[in-house]
């Protein structure tokens, strides 16, 4: 989680937890953070974007599908077929 301070000061804290009035968690060098709430500006979590995600598999998946689709043609035709590899041989 990224902290940003009331002085515009960020840093990342691993396993942030709210205690009384504090923000406390891990931070560089494994060391114990301890933040005052009204010392915190704002925070921030990584989220991964699950549509996005599958968006980029899918098109992953698409060119793969094309490649070995143009490669099988190519193939089959020899030489001749490379001029036209997405259609089938004359």
């Known amino acids: 989680m990224?902290?940003?301070r009331t002085d515009g000061?960020?840093?990342e804290l691993k396993a942030p937890?709210?205690?009384?009035d504090s923000l406390v968690g891990t931070?560089?060098?494994?060391?114990t953070v301890s933040?005052?709430?009204s010392d915190v500006r704002s925070v921030e979590?990584?989220?991964?974007?699950?549509?996005?995600?599958?968006l980029l598999i899918g098109a992953g998946g698409l060119v793969v599908v094309a490649v070995v689709y143009a490669t099988a043609a190519i193939s089959a035709c020899?030489?001749?077929?490379?001029?036209?590899?997405?259609?089938?041989?004359s």
Request: charged fraction near 30%; charge should be negative; aromatic fraction near 8%.
């Open 2 to 4: 990224r902290v940003t």
């Open 9 to 11: 000061a960020t840093l």
């Open 17 to 20: 937890a709210v205690r009384e």
């Open 27 to 31: 931070g560089a060098a494994d060391s």
């Open 35 to 37: 933040l005052v709430l």
């Open 45 to 54: 979590a990584k989220r991964t974007d699950a549509g996005k995600t599958l």
């Open 78 to 89: 020899g030489d001749e077929g490379a001029d036209v590899w997405l259609w089938w041989c």
